[in-house]
C-alpha cells in the first residue's frame, strides 16, 4: 500500500462493521477491504459440527489484522439474537450477506430461502433500527440482479420493475422493497446494491462458474472424465467479486442513500464461459460436456445486463476486471488445485 492510500484509510481507522454472510465469497472480500482500511470487523456465523471459515482463515494468520476481527455465532433466522448483537457491537456499518443464494436450490428448498433471505433481512433491519435511536448506522442490502427475472428491458438499471423467477429472487424483492421502508419511515441510511453476477476463485463450487472451472482443471489432470451442465444459452453480466465489494463499501460513505445497479455492462453465455475455461487448459469442449435436463430450473432467466450508470456517475466506480480476465483467474486457480489432488493421488 502506498503512503498516500495509507494516510486516506486513517481516517476509516476505529469505525466498527458488522458483516452478515462472512464466511462467503463477498463477505471474505468485503473483510479484507474493511480490515485494509482500518475498520474493526464483526462477523455472523452460523454454528455447525464443521469448520466454514475457509475463505477467511488467511486474514487471521496476517498479523497486521490481529484483534480487528472478531466472529460471532449467530442466525437470521433469530431475530433476538440479531437484536442482542447489533445492539452490543453498535457497529457504524452493517452489511447484510447472508442467505441461501443458491437459485436453483431455492426451488428446493424454498420456505428456507425465504425465511432467511426476506425475513431474515427484516430482522436484521428492525435491529438497526433500533440501533439508530440511540446512534447513527447505515445498513447495505445484498439485493440481485435475479429480481428483474422475465426483463421488462435491456439493460436494467435502478427504475427497471422486477419479475422475480424463483423463490430466491421473491425473497430479494421483498427485502429490498423493506429496506426503502425502512429508510423512508425511520430515516434511516439504508440502500440496496443490486449486484448482477459476479465471481471469484472463492465462489461456491455448486455455482455454474465454479462447477465449469473446477471441472476442466479435472477434466485436464485425469480426475474427472465428464461435466453435465443446464442451459448452456443463458446470458449473464459477469464481474469479479472483489471489485463489487468496493461498490457496497461506496454505497454506506455517501452523504444520502441510494440504490445502485452494479454491473459490467457486458454479457456474456454460459458456453462462452465453458468454452475459455476448456480452452484455458488446453482442452476441448466436446467429448467432456454434456446437458442434463436436471439443472435446468423450473422458470428459467434468459438474459441479465445490467447498466452501472448511476453507480459510474455518483459513487465512482467501474469495473477493474474483465471477462477474460475472470475466466483465466478461476480456471488457473482451479487447475491448480487438480494439479495438487493429482500429485497427492499419485504418490498414495
Known sequence: M?????????????????????????????????????????????????????RIEHIYNDPHDEGRLHLHHGDLADGGCLTNLVMGIEPDEIYNLAAQSHVRVSFDQPIYSVDIGAV??????????????RRPVRFYQASSSEMFGKVAETPQRETTPFHPRSPYACAKVFAFHQTVNFREAYDMYA???????????????????????????????????????????????????GDYVEAM??????DEPRDFVIATGETHTVREFLELS??????????????????????????????????????????????????GMMAEHDWREARDE???????
Open 249 to 254: 463499501w461506496l454505497m454506506l460513505q455517501q
Open 278 to 327: 476448456f480452452k484455458h487448459v488446453g482442452m476441448p469442449v466436446d467429448p467432456h460436456v454434456e446437458i442434463d435436463p436436471r439443472y435446468f430450473r423450473p422458470a428459467e432467466v434468459d438474459l441479465l445486463l445490467g447498466d452501472a450508470s448511476r453507480a459510474r456517475d455518483i459513487l465512482g466506480w467501474v469495473p477493474q476486471t474483465s471477462f477474460a480476465e475472470l475466466v
Open 2 to 54: 502506498n503512503a498516500a492510500a495509507d494516510n486516506s484509510n486513517q481516517k476509516y481507522a476505529g469505525r466498527r462493521a458488522l458483516v452478515t454472510g462472512i464466511t462467503g465469497q463477498d463477505g471474505s472480500y468485503l473483510a479484507e477491504l474493511l480490515l485494509a482500511k482500518g475498520y474493526e470487523v464483526h462477523g455472523l456465523v452460523r454454528r455447525s459440527s464443521t469448520f466454514n471459515t475457509t
Open 120 to 133: 431474515g433481512a427484516l430482522r436484521l433491519l428492525d435491529a438497526a433500527r433500533q440501533l439508530n435511536s
Open 191 to 241: 440502500c440496496n446494491g443490486i449486484l448482477f453476477n459476479h465471481e471469484s476463485p472463492r465462489r461456491g463450487e455448486t455455482f455454474v462458474t465454479r462447477k465449469i472451472t473446477r471441472a476442466a482443471g479435472r477434466i485436464r489432470e485425469g480426475l474427472q472424465h465428464k461435466l453435465y451442465l443446464g442451459n448452456l444459452d443463458s446470458k449473464r453480466d459477469w464481474g469479479f467479486a
Open 342 to 348: 493429482r500429485r497427492l493421488t499419485d504418490a498414495a
